[in-house]
């Protein structure tokens, strides 16, 4: 009744619809329900081995490359399941290799510099970074690149063969991190009293390390005042918490002390450098409502 209605509907699958060519579409849809799930639990479970005892970037790396080879082994049971003749496929293949090899130079030096990169293990996903002139938080290795977060939420995606051939700064490869404040005073205060005011904030600051132990460097006689390079140690997830309360204190501190943070003077002389003349502002009185 079946082969007659399909008969009927003008089609004529007797030689399609075979018992042989039904099983063989049930043995590829079982491949693909059953092979692609285990392919993906088995990339997830890798990056989960590797992330555990290696790293975080050389997991990603190895997931999506357990992910790739996973799918091309089912990919190449259904072509046999079908009897899809592989050397033709094989051949194809080849030529087609060779085309892209060609046409994707950047890509493959891209894949390369990402092995290099996992190797090296300089930095990995979290990190904050500066590269290429762009700062912010890494959020994935790729095979092909790698994304960064910026602090006003943009997206950067620097190919790794960049990330091999430019500088790079990690801010956060080392748990701890110095703070570097540049301080500035007036010529006339006592630098061993602003020097033991500084150590004191340093001291009951409770983020601010005691050890390693921070510093209070001369740094040099700039053109209106003596400049301070006050180092202070923290942990690098306090980092701009210590920064920003420190410098407050400082302020609060010096305007307690009366010590003095100047800005830039300037000094007018009528050509004798001990004799500075006299400078008067003279304001026209205003017209009177009767304009006399």
């Known amino acids: 009744m079946q082969l007659a209605a399909m008969q009927i509907l003008g089609y004529d699958l007797s030689g399609v619809l075979t018992p042989e060519r039904i099983a063989d579409a049930v043995r590829v849809l079982l491949t693909i329900l059953i092979g692609v799930p285990l392919v993906f639990g088995f990339s997830r479970w890798i990056k989960r081995m590797i992330s555990k005892h290696i790293g975080v970037q050389q997991a990603m790396l190895a997931g999506k490359g357990t992910s790739i080879l996973g799918l091309a082994a089912i990919l190449v049971m259904v072509l046999q399941i079908l009897e899809f003749p592989l050397s033709t496929l ?27 990169l ?112 006050f180092a202070i140690w923290g942990v690098k997830t306090d980092f701009l918490t210590i920064k920003n309360e420190v410098t407050e204190t400082i302020k609060r501190r010096f305007d307690e002390e009366g010590i003095e943070i100047p800005f830039p003077h300037l000094s007018l002389y009528k050509g004798e450098a001990s004799e500075p003349f006299t400078v008067r502002v003279i304001q026209d009185e205003p017209e009177s409502a009767t304009g006399v």
Do not use: C, W
Request: charged share 20%; glycine share 6%.
């Open 118 to 229: 996992a190797t090296e293990k300089t930095f990995k996903p979290g990190d904050l970074l500066t590269v290429s002139g762009f700062t912010g938080e890494v959020i994935s290795v790729d095979t092909l690149s790698v994304k960064l977060r910026t602090f006003d939420n943009r997206l950067v995606r620097i190919p790794n063969e960049n990330m091999i051939k430019t500088e790079m700064q990690n801010f956060t490869a080392f748990p701890l991190r110095r703070i570097d404040l540049n301080v500035s005073v007036a010529y006339k205060e006592d630098l061993k009293r602003v020097r033991q005011i500084l150590l004191d904030i340093a001291t009951e600051h409770p983020l601010v390390l005691q050890e390693p132990k921070s510093l209070v460097i001369l740094a040099g006689f700039g053109a209106s005042s003596i400049d301070i390079l």
């Open 90 to 116: 094989l051949g194809a293949a080849g030529i087609f290799s060779l085309a892209i090899a060609f046409a994707s130079q950047t890509s493959v030096s891209n894949i390369i510099s990402g092995i290099f």
